[in-house]
């Protein structure tokens, strides 16, 4: 990329490409459908009852034919899922329930397009939380709420949402101060406050955040002994750690983290070696030591860690090949063994992983044409392609490539104006194409025309203010005769 922008842009240096770091298993799928038969109270409300988070749970599960119409539906991301034939159109949804990458049939896609997307775009005003009793439903919902306020990148709505589930916490603490629950239900509010101040340019404030969600997991996790969902969220705040550590240029706690949360990834496995959620986590542990040590220069020790994530990630689609989750992951795999490949000087290995991973990006587009999260994925590889021709000399196959970047983040930002990481990737790419000499001035304009937008609307984060001016001195300088 030109630049980053979170949560999906590249500051912090996460998994950024991955679905999600939870994967569905048979065991999560089997319960599921076991709870969905309990209505008719809410199905985020029964998702808790079968221990299942309805963030994170239910993506990418394969739902397709489950009539859910009636269900009240706030709150559960589907993204990713399978939802055909399931009368969405006639379940309860409001801003809270997500369906980003999800597969709906026409009739329900129509409904959406035809204007109900538009009464799901604001989340709800949150509730007052001035008396103590409030419910974990309600937390959940504010969680939600400041999810969908984060992906938008209106962030001082979302720090409204953090907030109160902050103080829904800390009331239910204080007559409880031992609910596991509710000091679990902290750690997450902890790492969301965290998410935000990272997206807000503030690794300090980050970092103390992650610290408190570390603290509350590591106290959760010692009372509980061989609870792997504790240890998860362990291994989750030690990335996250990692990452903010990583910002702030700390390379030692960087690497403290990323190798704390390795031997946790190492030792879940070593448990139950055939649980594809915890295998996929070991993949996601191995890339971000391969991203570190890349980025210290180590590229041999990055390679073996690029390499055991490939294997994992080959072993993991090649068992189920239907996976789309899977195979973006190899992608992902393909595409940071191409970075690897470029940053020692090999551009045939480059381009040939390049290749291979823009070859899983077209299929899946193919297969679910409408799935925007495949097409961006697809942008991204066009723009990896055309930066290795670019280095190696051949302008014109990079101008092809950036081209065809344009015509995918184009279509994308038309169809969803609203969605801001769509808006920052074009800006990449109109940057990319002024850069090269294509139409400096009319690119460098429509870059900063976006950018000014976002900062007019208050969803362009702090550290990206300064490229307001940059872009526009950048337009202007295109525009003027060189003496």
Known sequence: ??????????????????????????????????????????????????DLDPLVDFRGLMLAGLDLAGADLRGVDFSGADLRGCNIRRARVDATTRFDGARLDEEDAAFFAGGAAMAL????????????????????????????????????TARVHFDLATKICENALALDPRSALWNRNQSVSCDRLGDLAVMAGDSVEARRYFEKGLNLSEALAASTVGDVKLQRDLWVSHNKLGDVSSVAGDRDATLEHYEKGLKLAESLTECDPHNAQLQRDLSISYNKMGDFLLESGDSAAA?????????????????DAANALYQRDLSISFNKMGSLSTAVGDDAAARDYFERGLSVREELVKSDPNNTMFQRDLSISYDRLGELALATGNAANALAYFDKGLSVREALADGDPGNAQHMHDLVDSYVQLAKIGDRPVDRYARAHEIVERLKLEGRLAPKDHALVEDLHRRAQEADSPSE
Do not use: C, H
């Open 1 to 50: 990329m030109v630049f980053g922008f979170l949560p999906l842009g590249g500051v912090v240096q996460t998994d950024t490409q991955s679905l999600s770091q939870v994967m569905l298993t048979a065991e999560v799928a089997a319960r599921a459908e076991k709870i969905i038969a309990a209505r008719p109270m809410s199905f985020a409300e029964m998702a808790r009852l079968g």
């Open 121 to 156: 775009s604001s989340p709800p005003a949150p509730v007052e939380a001035g008396t103590p009793n409030r419910t974990n439903e309600e937390f959940w919902a504010a969680i939600t709420a400041g999810d969908a306020a984060l992906r938008s990148q209106t962030l001082d």
């Open 303 to 319: 390679r073996r860690y690029f390499e055991k994530g490939l294997s994992i990630r080959e072993t993991l689609a090649g068992g």
